[in-house]
């Protein structure tokens, strides 16, 4: 079992990403921070909704991609303002964090 904890964010993108395919509105995207590029980081794109994904879909994305919360791991919520920059008038942004493992057998 590897013993390398990495952090894993999930977050709402207001107006959906543009990678790994682009979206048309808002949707959560988890992902699993490494080294290298972050285009090369693990992500999983929920549907288009602004529904925060359960515990357990939560679980189950982070399964897909290799991974499982790290033990004793809580997710924690942060709360700021978003980017000035985006068309659309200045609101608050929910970030989830917390700790996970690769699986065993994991790709990383």
């Known amino acids: 079992m590897s013993k390398q904890i990495f952090g894993a964010q999930l977050s709402l993108r207001?107006?959906?990403?543009?990678?790994?395919?682009?979206?048309?509105?808002?949707?959560?995207?988890?992902?699993v921070a490494q080294s290298g590029l972050v285009s090369e980081w693990p992500t999983f794109t929920w549907p288009t909704s602004a529904v925060i994904p359960t515990v357990e879909a939560r679980q189950a994305a982070l399964a897909y991609?290799?991974?499982?919360?790290?033990?004793?791991?809580e997710w924690e919520w942060t709360e700021h303002t978003g980017p000035d920059y985006h068309p659309h008038p200045v609101r608050v942004l929910l970030l989830?964090?917390?700790?996970?493992?690769?699986l065993e057998g994991g790709s990383v």
């Open 65 to 73: 991609l290799g991974f499982t919360l790290a033990e004793d791991a």
């Open 96 to 102: 989830g964090a917390v700790k996970v493992r690769q």
């Open 14 to 31: 207001c107006c959906g990403p543009t990678a790994p395919e682009p979206a048309a509105g808002p949707c959560w995207q988890l992902y």
